[in-house]
Each structure stands twice: as C-alpha cells, then as structure tokens.
C-alpha cells in the first residue's frame, strides 16, 4: 500500500514541486531523482504483488499485468530523466525553449508520469479513462513547445484527433457500464470497477458488450495509434522534443493498449456463449494487422529521423495488437514480451537520435552523416539500436517476434506470410536511412558533443540479455500476466 | 409513459437540434451562445432524471454543467473572441446541404447502433442514447467540416455534451468521482484550447486551420520527395 502511494504519488507530487520552482540546474536533478523514488517504489510494489498475489483496494487494483508494466513505465521514465536533464539544459542554451517552457516542461513530465501509473493502478474504467485524457493535457503543450508553426501544427492535430478518440472511448464506458447496471447488484457502488465486471462478465449483455468494445477499441485505439486513427502520431513525436518522444512511445502507446486489452479481457468473457464469441480477437487482429503493414510501407523513404522511428512504433505496436487478437497463451506471452522490449529499444533509439540530431544540428536524414566517425558512441548506439528493433537474433524483439510467428503459425498459418512480408519491408526502410547516418562520410565541422549513452547501454543490454537468456523471474511474471489474460499457463 | 420521460425525451430532442444549429451556425458568438443552450438542455435533462429516480448525485451533475457548459466556457470563448476581434468574422460551410444531409444520415445511424440497446430495455432510454450518440457524432462532424479553430473546439465540447447526455440518460450518470475526473479534464482541455488559440494567432495571424495545415504541407511533400 505504502509502495502504491509511493509510486504513484511521487510524480504528482512533482509535478506540483516542479512547477514552483524557479531553478532551471535544480529542476533536472529534482526530475531525475524523483523518478529514481518512483521507480523504487513500483519494484517493491513488483516485489510485494509477485510474492503475494494482487494488492487490491478501494478503487485500485494491481496485479501481475499492471504491475510489470508499472515497473517499467517507472524505468523508462528514469531513463529518459537521465537523458533529458543535459539534452533540455542544452536546447535552452540554444534559445529554443525559454526559462518558462523549461519549468513546463519538467513539470508536465511528472505529470504525464503520474496520469500514466494513476492508468495502471486504477481499478476504475472511468478514471483509466481520466487518466489517458489527463496524458494527451500534459503532453500536448509539450509538443508545441518549440513554438514553431509546424510544432502548433503538430500539437493542435495531436490534441484535435485524440481528443475525438478518447471521446469514443467515452461513450464505450458509459455503454459499458449501462451494460453493468443489469448484472450487477450494486452498479452505483462498483459499476465501473474492472475486477467487479470481470467477476460477473458471463452476466453481461453480449450485443450491448460488442457495441461498447467497438468504441472502447476505436477510442484507445487512436492513443495506440493503429490506422487509419495513426495520423496524429509521426506528428506529435517528430515536433515535440525529443524526451518526449521516448516516452510517448515507450509508455503512452504501451497503457493505452493495456486499456485495450482489460477491454478484451471484459468483452471474450461476456461474448463467450454468444453466437460471436472471438468478435474482439478479430477486431484486433484486423486492426493490428492493417497498421503493422501501412507502417511497414510508410518507413520507406523518410526524410525526418524523428518521424522514421515513430512510424516504426505504429508497426510494432500494430505486431502487439495483432499478438492480444490472437489471442492463447503463446501469442499473449509474445505479446506482453513484445511491450517490454519494444518500450526498451524505442526510448534508447530515441535518446541516441536526440544525441544524433544534436551532432548535426538537423532531424533531416540526408544531413545526418558519419555519426560513427565524429562519436562512435552515437554511431554504435544508433546501429546497435536499429539492429535491435528490426528483430536481429540475438535481441530481444527477435524472441518475442519469434514467438509471435510460431503461435500465428498454429492458429492462423496463411497469416504469417503478411507478417513475414511486413518484417522484411520494415527491415529495408530502416536500413537503407540508417546505414549512411551511421557510416557515411561526416560532413567537415562536425564534432562530437557531451552525451551521456548510459541509459541507452542499460536498455540495450537489457533486451540483449531478454534475447539471449529470458530469467526465470521474469519468464514466471509474464507467465502470470499471461494466465490472467487467457486463463491457461503457458509454461 | 409518465411525465417526466417524456419531458426528457423532449428536452433531449431540443439538444439534438441545438447540434444541428451549431452545425449550419456560421457566426462565432451565435454559435458560442447556441453552446450555452445545449448546455442548458442537458443539465436540464440531468435534473429532471433526477427527479424521476431519486438520484441525489444527478443534481450535482446537472449544477457541474450548468457552471461549466453553460457558464464558464462560453464565457471563456465569448472572451478569447473578443480578444482575437473575431466577432464579426463568419465561417461560411463549403457544401450546407451536404453536410446537413449527413447530419441526417449521423442520426438514422445512432438509431441503428442503438438499436441492440432497444432489444436489452425496453423504456423511453434508447431514444435517448440513440440521440445522445447522434451529438457525439454531429460534434465530430462539425470538427471535421469548419476550418474555424474555435468553431473546431466547439464541436469539440457538443460532443461532451452529448457523452454526459448519453451517461445521464442510459445509467443515471456515472459514479461522480468519475463526473468530476471528466469535468476536470474538459476544464483544463478548455483552458489549454485559449493557449493554443494564442498560439496559433501568433504564429500565422489566424485561426483558419486550413493555413495552419498548408504550413506544414512543404514538410510532407518533402517527406514524399525523392529520395537523394
């Protein structure tokens, strides 16, 4: 309990701490430091919840799903602290953001991070609901915070487009819980309590459940960013600055996604007996199967580094969504792996090309030259990174892509060509942008700058070590988040 | 069927007619007080389920509107217009009759989605959430046809409306911790839109989102450009 409070309340209370204070130098250590007390508190919490079961409560509720991806929201929220403390110092010694915007922006940060643990700890779809919407309010000023008219572009289609979806996720809630009102004893006390609905799921109305996971799916999908609800995302991630970007891709998509799969969980149990039983299992599949090949297609030809990277979150998050439609023990586990390692590898892809686009002062890929000669750290970071995230053996991405391909193999064995297809395209568009960025002849009067590459070795190494040896710790925790999604064990 | 439904229902249909006067409005602070008016018929409709159910929490709901939709943000707006010297700018629709034709087809739809709610319950609800569903839709319609930034954040807000309508009318609204989460947000979302606004009138010298979109358009075609 105390660990609950800790997590969760330790950004809220920065981002309040934050917005007062006046120093810039102290701002980026109180940032970094609270996000190392979050993340203490989310292992002990991981701690407490493997060894006991779910912790449980008067609306909150964390179990062995939430729990996994509560530590690792708090991981990569300390991460990409590390990187954006001397990152945002230097884009305001370069005049891009003033004193003002730099105190919103460490504040904002603690905000997002709270609305983000307060999504994966609740136990109420309307304050998940509160919590996702509360995330595009602290971000969207974020992305605009350069000022520059393509940068209130980007934030006004970011705030516009998700505001219309979160909308339908809305009403999906409110049909959700009109749905509970005829199962329940009490819908006034829990109605909206997932754990309360889960319990007497088989009761609810099947035909009024597909009507509420259409929205719900439409709704969060947009904050996942499956096509064709994508368009505000490359926006978003390449105008914004770039910490933003790791996060928005390493945990926004990530929860907005465990939103969409509490949803599923609800849905595959009402419509069990009805004529339609696997209706959410397609949807998504449909869903995540379009957005990995549209993504998979659009990598090709990027001109901005930014937008390339975040064209390949929409792929991978489309390969994880089509991963929960499948649905069974495999394809979950590969699933929830596939979060994992994909949030590592993003957020340490991004932090490299915030180090990149400060080399060569330009998020253009055709200036972007030579990065492994003027800083082999960089350079290395970025290819090592890029390895990774194509699904090269021996990384993480590699597995669990693996493991996804073998379960689409036994239920759906046509269906592994498109996916194989799209891996292969994605691979191309990837490699041919990065392979000159990295090797390609350094422009003269480009030197190496301050960069502190420990937290992309850290994720690195992670996957590295996820590829190569899975611990058994971790093995048993997905498992458990596994068979409380579908009901068996995988292991 | 007794009084007070069919008070709501008709109170209901009047908010779905205040989303089509906002659709085809083309005067800002017409279309800002058309606002307040749907506001006012939903808090309305929320009172009065009150009454019929006994709901103590309704009433609150009702007052949160009331202050919010009705008072707060069309004041807010009607500021940010004249400070912006919007007032006497209009924001003709490009095809009038083809968007208020699928404002109709918007509506035959929600009838239609509602229509497994209607098997489920057989009170005077599935109107009311077919109409609640109609303003959710005919808001994102509006934020689709007008170019006008503060035409945009008023479709923006009819579709909450219309959500808190379609929560007051198929469950006796949600459970108010949930209300007040959902008020919050659309104040913030509110107070942001005015940032935003300031934003935007700083960096092009308008609110048509059309320009906005053409600045950013040498980004994209530079983005589907050759490759050197």
Known sequence: MIALLLTVFTPLAGMLLLGALRSARVAGWLNLALCALSLAGALWLAADVLAHGAVAGDSFRVDALSVYLVVLTALVGLTTAIFSRPYMRYVHEEKRVSRGGLRLYHSMYQGFLFTMLLALTTDNLGILWVAIEGATLATVLLVSLYRTPAAIEAAWKYFILCGVGIAQALFGTVTLYFAAQHALADPAANGLSWSALYAVAPHLEPRVMSVAFVFLLVGYGTKVGLVPMHSWLPDAHSEGPTPMSAVLSGLLLNVALYAVVRMKMLTDAALARSATPDLAGHLLMGFGLVSFLVAAISLQRRRDIKRLFSYSSIEHMGLMTFGFGVGGPLATFAALLHMLVHALTKSA????????????????????RGLIRTQPAVGWGLLIGVAAIAGFPPFGIFTSEFLLLSATMQAWPWLTLPLMIGLVVAFAGLFRAVQPMVFGAAPPGQYPVRANMLPVILQLALVLLLGIALPGLLAHWLDQATQLITGRHLL | MPLLDQAVLVLAAMALFTAFALLAQTRLTAAINTFAWQGALVAAVAALTGRASGDAHLYVSALITLTLKVALIPWMLHRLV????????????????????????IVVFSDWVAAPVAHFDASATRNVIAISLAIVLLGMLMMVVRRQAVAQVLGFMAMENGLFLAAVASTHGMPLVVELGVAFDVLVAMVLFGVFFLQIK????????????????????????DAP
């Open chain 1, 349 to 368: 892809i991004f932090i490299t090309v915030g180090h990149a686009t400060h080399i060569s002062r330009t998020q253009r890929i055709d200036r972007i």
């Open chain 2, 82 to 105: 004249r400070r912006l010297s919007l007032e006497r700018q209009a924001d003709p629709l490009q095809h009038p009759a083809l968007t208020l034709l699928a404002g109709a087809g």
């Open chain 2, 202 to 225: 700083n960096s092009i010298d308008s609110l048509d989102i059309d320009r906005l979109s053409q600045l950013a358009e040498p980004v994209e075609d530079d983005e589907r450009g």
